[in-house]
């Protein structure tokens, strides 16, 4: 026989069930805090880091922060590492002699610059060299970018009227040049020379070949599908100046600690949520300041058809000119993964800005360029008036000038802002790749 269970009881039975399965479907509400955020960024931008750059004890102290943060978080090390650390190596290629000889006439070593992969040259008037003159009317940048891009073994002479712009040049080769291949045979001779009919040289040049070791450290979690959202900054600066009197360390707070704290810091947002449809990789670039070689290396050891967005961020510690907590991203018609990601902000009362400073073609001066060429939409995302920030590249850049505040909010909105994309709700278009720059084949 069935038992009669009372009304009385049965109503209570049920709201008691009723309670506890509305327990079970609530979300934890994740936080970034701003406390926090504060931790983080102080220590990257301590002085016990010495300004992070490449190759020195000091980056490796942040990444050891890093990976520890990424720990905590409960992220697992990309597929094929032991750890959250992704080495690898530069050749760095240095000029140790160099002797020009052109129609005959030895050129001094302060009218030359060299620019090579090869350990060796030793150019006669058999070997096969490309002419390129640059004119006092010509312009430099375009003609020596154009020959980057093309590579191989050039001779460029150069009118005494661009030695100013030259100079600059032989600056930044006379630090050698990172390469992750040597014996490439990509080179620039740049000589400042009134000569322009050359019949005979003779170039011969001897280059010191150094490998230097270094890492990104790349945190993944794993989502139901294999698509992955990438977000991104780069934890390396400037280092130390012997040179400067007074302060000579380049902590570098805003370039890029602010960065590489918000990546630190939505890793455990999402981590904290619980429920990302997409994979999810956080990754702190090494090495981008001279180049932008850690994410370079990154992208050759993924499969960036996967990728589905790249959120680089990049400076986001000062409020920008549209008001604190507001930012902007690069590249903003190369896809539609701002007005996706407004759609999201729409909640908050907030948007993206498309880049306020065109003119200084921020979209390649950052590790998004890296991924865009591979057709990713990826931006970077920042919040500095860099026609006016007096910190930018000066030892004044520390966390006594950030506006934290200010600094997370962007971090809270670019949460809110890709959570359409790490729902798998939201799918930006591909850049394409036909309208992005290459990279340099020579430097």
Not at 28 to 52: C, F, H, M, W
Not at 100 to 111: C, D, F, P, Q, R
Not at 288 to 304: L, P, Q
Request: hydrophobic share 35%.
């Amino acid at each position: 026989m069935k038992k009669i269970v009372p009304l009385a009881i049965l109503l209570a039975v049920t709201q008691v069930a009723c309670n506890d399965a509305k327990q079970e479907v609530v979300k934890k509400v994740p936080e970034i805090n701003q406390q926090t955020v504060t931790n983080d960024v102080t220590y990257l931008a301590s002085d016990e880091l010495e300004g992070r750059a490449t190759f020195t004890p000091g980056i490796t102290k942040a990444a050891e922060f890093i990976a520890k943060r990424f720990k905590e978080a409960g992220l697992k090390p990309l597929d094929g590492l032991q750890s959250y650390e992704q080495s690898f190596s530069l050749y760095n290629v240095k000029a140790d002699s160099v002797a020009v000889n052109l129609n005959g006439e030895a050129i001094s070593s302060e009218n030359v610059a060299v620019a090579t992969s090869n350990e060796m040259l030793n150019w006669d008037d058999s070997t096969p060299v490309a002419l390129t003159v640059i004119g006092k009317d010509d312009d430099f940048r375009a003609k020596v970018g154009e020959l980057n891009q093309r590579g191989g073994s050039n001779l460029v002479v150069i009118d005494p009227a661009h030695e100013g712009m030259f100079k600059r040049y032989q600056a930044y080769f006379g630090g050698g040049l990172n390469k992750f291949e040597i014996n490439t045979n990509n080179t620039l001779v740049m000589v400042v020379t009134p000569l322009t009919d050359i019949k005979s040289l003779a170039v011969n040049v001897t280059n010191t070949v150094k490998t230097q070791a270094l890492s990104n450290v790349v945190g993944v979690l794993p989502g139901k599908s294999k698509e992955v959202v990438l977000f991104s900054a780069h934890y390396d600066h400037l280092g130390v100046d012997e040179q400067a009197e007074g302060d000579k360390i380049y902590n570098g707070a805003d370039d890029d600690a602010s960065g590489t704290t918000a990546i630190m810091n939505l890793a455990q947002y999402y981590r904290d949520q619980g429920d990302n449809q997409r994979t999810l990789i956080f990754s702190a670039f090494t090495a981008e300041e001279i180049g932008g070689y850690g994410s370079k290396y990154f992208s050759t050891h993924i499969d960036a058809d996967n990728i589905v967005a790249m959120v680089n961020i990049e400076m986001i510690g000062k409020p920008s000119k549209f008001g604190a907590g507001k930012f902007w991203m690069t590249g903003y018609e190369r896809s539609n993964l701002g007005p996706l990601m407004n759609e999201s902000l729409k909640s908050i009362n907030t948007e993206i800005y498309p880049d306020p400073y065109p003119e200084q073609r921020l979209f390649y001066r950052s590790d998004n360029a890296t991924l865009a060429r591979l057709g990713v939409p990826a931006h970077s995302f920042s919040s500095t008036q860099l026609d006016k920030d007096k910190h930018y590249h000066k030892a004044s850049d520390d966390v006594a000038s950030l506006d934290l505040e200010s600094m997370t909010q962007v971090i809270k909105s670019i949460a809110i802002g890709s959570q359409a994309l790490v729902d798998g709700k939201a799918t930006p278009t591909r850049v394409d790749t036909s309208k992005v720059n290459k990279s340099g084949l020579i430097y």
